[in-house]
T-cell receptor, first 115, second 111 residues
Framework: AQSVAQPEDQVNVAEGNPLTVKCTYS??????LFWYVQYPNRGLQFLLK??????LVKGSYGFEAEFNKSQTSFHLKKPSALVSDSALYFC?????????????FGAGTRLAVHP | IAGITQAPTSQILAAGRRMTLRCTQD?????MYWYRQDLGLGLRLIHY???????GKGEVPDGYSVSRANTDDFPLTLASAVPSQTSVYFC??????????FGEGSRLTVL
């Protein structure tokens, strides 16, 4: 079965330190990969996506993500965390041959950035 | 630009009652979706519509129905609500680039 795994329920990091939120996937073929962020009592907001090309993708708010085909991973990173980055982060994967009704979300990782 | 507008933002409903969650977009996107968000389960697709006049079933369609009479509106109906339908419901649309645009959510409690 196709799936997306976010192995950490919560990630804690000190402000100013680098952060990584992990995502691995199991889908057939080459996927489209996405990261979304959700602030409390809000809808999800798009951060970045990988379709093709350079494995390192840069997105909103200083975030970036690296596509690793051999490890089937798409980890979200930021060089220097801010307290305002504290939120719920979702990885999502869509098989290349599928429509957006085939988008699969991970369970989410809560990022807590401490002053 | 409003994007996706959902109503109501919050509702408490007695089991067995009928409820319609409204969703309107002003971006002229062809595709629209309804998701439910439950703790530890992420987002699960309920129903979707690739274009006006067509709908399809997602991962968890039972107990829900949708219609897509025009491009802008995509209401979700619970014909007879049950407590397991207590959740936060998100409507979304997508453009040709694949980016999803979400509404702010409708929090539904079924007692």
């Amino acid at each position: 079965a196709q799936s997306v795994a976010q192995p950490e329920d919560q990630v804690n990091v000190a402000e100013g330190n680098p952060l990584t939120v992990k995502c691995t996937y199991s889908v057939s073929g080459n996927p489209y990969l996405f990261w979304y962020v959700q602030y409390p009592n809000r809808g999800l907001q798009f951060l970045l996506k990988y379709i093709t090309g350079d494995n390192l993708v840069k997105g909103s708010y200083g975030f970036e993500a690296e596509f690793n085909k051999s490890q089937t991973s798409f980890h979200l990173k930021k060089p220097s965390a801010l307290v305002s980055d504290s939120a719920l982060y979702f990885c999502a994967v869509r098989p290349l041959s599928g429509g957006y009704n085939k988008l699969i979300f991970g369970a989410g990782t809560r990022l807590a950035v401490h002053p | 630009i409003a994007g996706i507008t959902q109503a109501p933002t919050s509702q408490i409903l007695a089991a067995g009652r009928r409820m319609t969650l409204r969703c309107t977009q002003d971006m002229r996107h062809n595709a629209m979706y309804w998701y439910r968000q439950d703790l530890g389960l992420g987002l699960r697709l309920i129903h979707y519509s690739n274009t006006a006049g067509t709908t399809g079933k997602g991962e968890v369609p039972d107990g829900y129905s949708v219609s897509r009479a025009n491009t802008d509106d995509f209401p979700l109906t619970l014909a007879s609500a049950v407590p397991s339908q207590t959740s936060v419901y998100f409507c979304a649309s997508s453009d040709y680039t694949g980016e999803l645009f979400f509404g702010e959510g409708s929090r539904l409690t079924v007692l």
